[in-house]
């Protein structure tokens, strides 16, 4: 391991230890008698992975139907987030925390000076065991925090509570019911959403229609994933070519590949390879079924295709 990793690790442990006990949802919670009063709001989720910025748009969502006519605004890491958001019409300012706050020690205090500054009516994290967001949240003046925990941890959750893209919606509506608001709780969480245009879908369409002089639907494959949920080159040549002898006949196959622009099958198939993350997930909407291991672009996918496969089998 690098002594840069090795100090990132030692560093989120010392922090996780000293904000594991800071602040808890229902003690800080107070009677909200007027939601129009809240103008404004902070989500926080200082973490830079596409996955991980994706999976909060449910809550997003959440948080703009609960209050129409706020502002939101977000605290993450690296430059995506802005991208993802393109069309939630309710985003204002994306904070951005350093990704390396040893090297970039003046930006990493400008955050926190500024989330201090800025008066912000609520302020919610998503992840509790965050302790980045759960310090952003303690530092923020605003009147309501939440700090991502469940108001009443042993009561019986729904059945699909551990996803962690509706957990944190779950909790957020478990703390306006402490705040006195009546919300509807059987609604199903909403679904991660890129909220793609028509505009883009299309330039998706036309894409693929480049790609293939052919009117056959198209599976989509991603090989890389990262760490170890990244399956072996031979693990994807066999199983593209399985795939080939299977479903070749009856659909076209497309790679589409990563930002480090490699291929755990050396480039054997027709390929997509794109570093906007919008065209990329237009390129998969128009695709039929997506195969891939966990990673950021099989969140993408979740919106779009109905059949998402960790592991994909078939008959030989």
Request: net charge positive; hydrophobic share 40%.
């Given at each position: 391991?690098?002594?840069?990793?090795?100090?990132?690790?030692?560093?989120?442990?010392?922090?996780?230890?000293?904000?594991?006990?800071?602040?808890?949802?229902?003690?800080?919670?107070?009677?909200?008698?007027?939601?129009?009063?809240?103008?404004r709001i902070l989500i926080c989720r200082p973490n830079g992975r596409l996955g991980n910025l994706l999976l909060i748009t449910p809550l997003i969502k959440e948080v703009s139907s609960v209050f129409p006519n706020a502002q939101i605004d977000l605290f993450v890491k690296g430059g995506l987030m802005p991208v993802i958001l393109e069309n939630y019409p309710q985003i204002g300012e994306v904070i951005v925390l350093p990704k390396k706050p040893f090297r970039y020690l003046f930006a990493y205090l400008k955050v926190w000076m500024t989330i201090k500054k800025i008066k912000y009516d609520m302020v919610l994290n998503v992840d509790k065991d965050s302790s980045s967001g759960r310090s952003a949240v303690e530092i923020s003046s605003a009147a309501y925090k939440f700090y991502g925990d469940a108001i009443e941890e042993d009561l019986i959750k729904n059945d699909d509570y551990d996803h962690i893209a509706k957990y944190p919606v779950y909790n957020f509506r478990d703390y306006l019911k402490v705040l006195g608001l009546k919300i509807n709780t059987s609604n199903p969480v909403a679904a991660i959403d890129l909220?793609?245009?028509s505009e883009e879908i299309e330039k998706g369409r036309e894409i693929l229609?480049?790609?293939f002089d052919n009117q056959k639907k198209t599976i989509a494959i991603f090989t890389f994933a990262t760490g170890d949920k990244c399956y072996s080159e031979l693990w994807w040549t066999d199983f593209y070519g399985l795939l080939q002898r299977?479903?070749?006949?009856?659909?076209?196959?497309?790679?589409?590949?990563?930002?480090?622009?490699v291929s755990q099958i050396r480039f054997k198939a027709t390929s997509f390879y794109s570093k906007d993350i919008r065209e990329i997930g237009a390129v998969i909407a128009n695709t039929e079924i997506f195969v891939g291991a966990d990673s950021g672009i099989m969140h993408l996918a979740t919106?779009?295709?109905?059949?998402?496969?960790?592991?994909f089998w078939f008959p030989i």
């Open positions: 391991m690098k002594i840069s990793k090795k100090i990132n690790v030692a560093r989120r442990t010392v922090m996780r230890f000293f904000t594991r006990n800071i602040g808890t949802s229902k003690t800080s919670a107070k009677v909200l008698e007027n939601p129009a009063q809240i103008k909220k793609l245009s229609n480049k790609k299977r479903y070749e006949r009856d659909y076209n196959i497309i790679e589409i590949l990563p930002i480090e622009n919106q779009f295709i109905y059949l998402l496969l960790d592991f």
